[in-house]
T-cell receptor
Framework: TQLLEQSPQFLSIQEGENLTVYCNSS?????LQWYRQEPGEGPVLLVT?????EVKKLKRLTFQFGDARKDSSLHITAAQTGDTGLYLC???????????FGPGTRLSVLP | NAGVMQNPRHLVRRRGQEARLRCSPM?????VYWYRQLPEEGLKFMVY????????ESGMPKERFSAEFPKEGPSILRIQQVVRGDSAAYFC?????????????FGPGTRLTVL
């Protein structure tokens, strides 16, 4: 059974601060996606990382895929209130047919 | 480009009734996934379908739940004889290909409430 763990579960910070959230597994994934979900809406894809060690930047967001393809991190610089939401990582297995989602990190950015 | 569409957005059923949830994938997408989300929790995989085929239903309860994706028309998730524990948000996602870097695009969800 492939599991993805995310930490921290909850995070509350002030606007302007930096933060990092983590996604970890004991399994290897062929790719890993990060999504953001706002209340009452479906998840929205932020990024896909495919290559071990890969780093992708999306404005103030930096995503990294671990060298062994078992973990990933999302770093947000100078957080804004609009960054508030549930951040989900999801892994695409080499072996299974389905996507595995982590439980999410609930981020709250306070003004 | 229309995104993934789901209807209804909200569905209220009494215990014992049937719930039918519909999902129209993005144009050109032939892969559909259904997920369930309980309040304050992540997404739980239910079933993965291609046109006219169920590829993986390992996350779907064996009883009362079924899914289809016909050649024509939307994908349907059907829950028979609903119970209060079925109350949740059900999300559908679609993707164009099943390959490395597979990306799924989600619909807005159907919120099922069982009274």
């Amino acid at each position: 059974t492939q599991l993805l763990e995310q930490s921290p579960q909850f995070l509350s910070i002030q606007e302007g601060e930096n933060l990092t959230v983590y996604c970890n597994s004991s399994s290897v994934f062929s790719s890993l996606q990060w999504y953001r979900q706002e209340p009452g809406e479906g998840p929205v894809l932020l990024v896909t990382v495919v290559t071990g060690g890969e780093v992708k930047k999306l404005k103030r967001l930096t995503f990294q895929f671990g060298d062994a393809r078992k973990d990933s991190s999302l770093h947000i610089t100078a957080a804004q209130t609009g960054d508030t939401g549930l951040y989900l990582c999801a892994g695409d297995s080499y072996y299974g047919q389905n996507f595995v989602f982590g439980p999410g990190t609930r981020l709250s950015v306070l003004p | 480009n229309a995104g993934v569409m789901q209807n209804p957005r909200h569905l209220v059923r009494r215990r014992g009734q049937e719930a039918r949830l519909r999902c129209s994938p993005m144009k050109g997408h032939s892969h559909v996934y259904w997920y369930r989300q309980l309040p304050e929790e992540g997404l739980k995989f239910m079933v993965y379908l291609q046109k006219e085929n169920i590829i993986d239903e390992s996350g779907m309860p064996k009883e009362r739940f079924s899914a289809e994706f016909p050649k024509e028309g939307p994908s349907i998730l059907r829950i028979q004889q609903v119970v209060r524990g079925d109350s949740a948000a059900y999300f559908c996602a679609s993707s164009p290909l099943r390959d490395k870097g597979n990306e799924q695009f989600f619909g807005p969800g159907t919120r099922l409430t069982v009274l």
